[in-house]
């Protein structure tokens, strides 16, 4: 099982960047997909996340408000691939983003996810 990110790097405030995600080694459409990311000194959290195809809703669930408007998720299953599109950086966006993988269902809880990847760094700077 894997998850390798891509896609990180340094833009401006009120820019915008888009994360990807591709999984390898397992059955990606029954696997909810999340973003969390780490801050400089901070504890690691959950931002968003996307059911799974077996889940009862196949919606996204959004874990901070703070990005609700500006980032949003979507999953292609044909290419093993979540992403992330955020809009309207901010400086506090700034962090190490990770993807993971959890069973069915977004929990938003980090020890639900079975298999992360090595995170991607964003920096959001003039």
């Known amino acids: 099982m894997r998850l390798v990110e891509s896609g990180g790097g340094l833009v401006q405030p009120g820019g915008s960047l888009r994360l990807s995600c591709e999984a390898s080694?397992?059955?990606?459409?029954?696997?909810?997909m999340s973003w969390f990311r780490q801050a400089p000194g901070k504890a690691r959290e959950a931002v968003i996340c996307?059911?799974?195809?077996?889940?009862?809703?196949?919606?996204?669930?959004y874990f901070k408000d703070s990005v609700k408007g500006r980032f949003s998720i979507s999953r292609d299953n044909a290419k093993n691939t979540v992403y992330l599109q955020m809009n309207s950086l901010k400086p506090e966006d700034t962090a190490v983003y990770y993807c993971?993988?959890?069973?069915?269902?977004?929990?938003?809880?980090?020890?639900?996810?079975?298999?992360w990847g090595q995170g991607t760094h964003v920096t959001v700077s003039s």
């Open positions: 993971a993988a959890e069973y069915r269902d977004c929990t938003g809880y980090a020890r639900e996810h079975e298999v």
């Open positions: 080694g397992f059955t990606f459409h029954v696997y909810a």
């Open positions: 996307i059911n799974s195809d077996i889940s009862s809703d196949l919606g996204a669930s």
